[in-house]
């Protein structure tokens, strides 16, 4: 079965053709990034805007490149929420045409989900898919999550973040560090290069008798401690070493609380695997330090396949497919456990109006 996953939730144009669930047979990004890093984050308008001059070559390409036409097609999977509204209109705008004109069926997808099950690309043979239930630490810029996926479509989200997510944090700090943007590769890149100083070590956030995290107390002691060692230094500057040691340590308190919560979720359900997905997925700090505690095998989406990207989206609407008339309706804060549900948004007149009356 040939699926056309299409993706604009956030910052990245996203379409990509995937057979059966696991064979990517295309998948192209169109990254934002660069249209947003003066601003020091994504901006939505801005990223509306990019995805409606992308979207047509997006999705031409990666048809071109799976050598495949719409008539090959079986279904289109499109991201429905969470994400940014104006966002999430044009993926879903683009898809529905698609859709109405070819006569291919429409399928509804959740970003998350697509985080989730993305695991399962890459992969030709069913013996080497992670054993269920598997618990999966969903950690990007926007999310920090565990979930329990007992089969594809059936989720409990263990715990989430209280304050920032952890790819977040790392952006913050990386700004802090005076690193370039996105902070997340910059600061695991400084961490291994720095020594790591026991005389900088970071507090934890454990919330005890939860799966929940925190990061946000982590962020201020970094903030503290980077302004007393500036004012300390000469001209006001950090000193050279004090960068990768701040970003060891930092890196270390993430990792510490990320791959202890991932182990003891894996531990108190019995699950048979432990996943670690979106973008954070790519720090290999943090999936070794899991390793080293899980009694269970880790999986990780194969290469490309962490960061925003739509073979995920096409991949789970292999795996729980959700097909939708044309009247669905984007959800901007969908929640993972309604994607186990076939109830979706469906708009009613008059709704698109309302949300643009003001408050
Ligand atoms: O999944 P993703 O591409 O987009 C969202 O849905 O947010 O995740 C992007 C996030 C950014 O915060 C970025 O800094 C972080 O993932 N990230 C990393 C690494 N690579 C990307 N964080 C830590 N270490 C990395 N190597
Ligand atoms: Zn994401």
Known sequence: MLILGIETSCDETAAAVVADGRRVLSNVVASQISVHERFGGVVPEIASRQH??????????????????MVDLDAIGVTVGPGLSGA???GTSFAKGLSLGAGVELRAVDHIEGHVLSPWLGFDEASVEPPLPMIALVVSGGHTELVLVTAPGAYVVLGRTVDDAAGEAYD???R??????????NVEAAARQGNFNPTVEMPRAWLRGSYD?????LKAAMSREVSRRRALADGGRLPAGAVGEFAAAFQESVADVLSGKLALAVAETGASSAAIVGGVANNEYIREKARERLSVSLYAPAAGLSSDNAAMIAGAAYWNPRVVDLDFDIDPSLRLEEAGKSRLPVSRPGD????????
Do not use: H, M, T, Y
């Open 172 to 174: 913050k700090v990386g």
């Open 176 to 185: 802090l560090l005076g690193l370039p943007f996105p902070g997340g590769p």
């Open 213 to 217: 995290f925190s990061f946000s107390g």
């Open 88 to 90: 999430l209109l044009v």
């Open 52 to 69: 409606i001059l992308a979207i047509d070559q997006v999705v031409d390409r990666a048809l071109k490149d799976a050598e495949v036409g």
């Open 352 to 359: 698109l109006a309302r949300r643009n009356e003001p408050e």
